[in-house]
């Protein structure tokens, strides 16, 4: 199995970046499906951002052209970047890896979480 640990969130205005990170230990992270999901206050939790082993990857109509996902393999590292940050977008945001094939996009598919890190946009 695979460990993930989420960093890099924070307090940003509106307009600013961030750049999220999930080290991944145990297993190497190249050997999932990784996706990024958020869950804002009293709401469920919504993938943000999936990135499958053939490097196929899938946003969520919300964040396309303003957040990216990405890997490196040799960090065993999942990041994403997120830009032109809204309040809308603040939320506690969570790392997660998916072991079947065939895994998409829904929470439930994914089999390993991280503890989460929040970001925060204020207006």
């Known amino acids: 199995q695979v460990q993930l640990v989420e960093s890099g969130g924070g307090l940003v205005q509106a307009g600013g970046s961030l750049r999220l990170s999930c080290a991944a230990s145990g297993r190497t992270a190249s050997s999932y499906t990784m996706g990024w999901f958020r869950q804002a206050p009293g709401k469920g939790r919504d993938v943000v951002a999936t990135?499958?082993?053939?490097?196929?990857?899938y946003y969520a109509d919300s964040v396309k052209g303003r957040f990216t996902i990405s890997r490196d393999n040799a960090k065993d590292t999942v990041y994403l970047e997120m830009n032109s940050l809204k309040p809308e977008d603040t939320a506690v945001y969570y790392c997660?890896?998916?072991?079947?094939?065939?895994?998409?996009?829904?929470?439930?598919?994914?089999?390993?979480w991280g503890q989460g890190t929040q970001v925060t946009v204020s207006s």
């Open positions: 990135s499958w082993r053939s490097g196929s990857t």
């Open positions: 997660a890896a998916g072991a079947s094939v065939g895994v998409g996009v829904a929470p439930r598919e994914y089999d390993y």
